[in-house]
Nanobody, 116 residues
Framework: QVQLVESGGGLVQPGGSLRLSCQASGSILGFIVMAWHRQAPGKEREWVASISSRGLTYYGDSVKGRFTISRDNAKNTVYLQMNSLKPEDTAVYFC??????????WGKGTLVTVSS
């Protein structure tokens, strides 16, 4: 069983920065991809960024150049550094891990609010 716990959300002014963390517990050896998704009020969940087991990173168009995904293998943690935040970045941010055999786990999310 794998558990994911997100942290680091909060209230920030437009143009500010936040760093989200997602710590994984359990057996995640051989993970394929870890990713961040977000869901704004009244909208569907959308993909934000991914990092593969080889360290390759991918970003959605709306966050490219502003967000950076990274991981610390020793801590079983993936991060999302968010810079130049905009009000439209307001959402609950979820961490997801995809393991071999089609197993997928989600965290419960952390709320990011961008407002003056």
């Amino acid at each position: 069983q794998v558990q994911l716990v997100e942290s680091g959300g909060g209230l920030v002014q437009p143009g500010g920065s936040l760093r989200l963390s997602c710590q994984a517990s359990g057996s995640i050896l051989g993970f394929i991809v870890m990713a961040w998704h977000r869901q704004a009020p009244g909208k569907e969940r959308e993909w934000v960024a991914s990092i593969s087991s080889r360290g390759l990173t991918y970003y959605g168009d709306s966050v490219k150049g502003r967000f950076t995904i990274s991981r610390d293998n020793a801590k079983n943690t993936v991060y999302l550094q968010m810079n130049s935040l905009k009000p439209e970045d307001t959402a609950v941010y979820f961490c997801k891990i995809s393991l071999g055999g089609g197993m997928v786990y989600w965290g419960k999310g952390t709320l990011v609010t961008v407002s003056s």
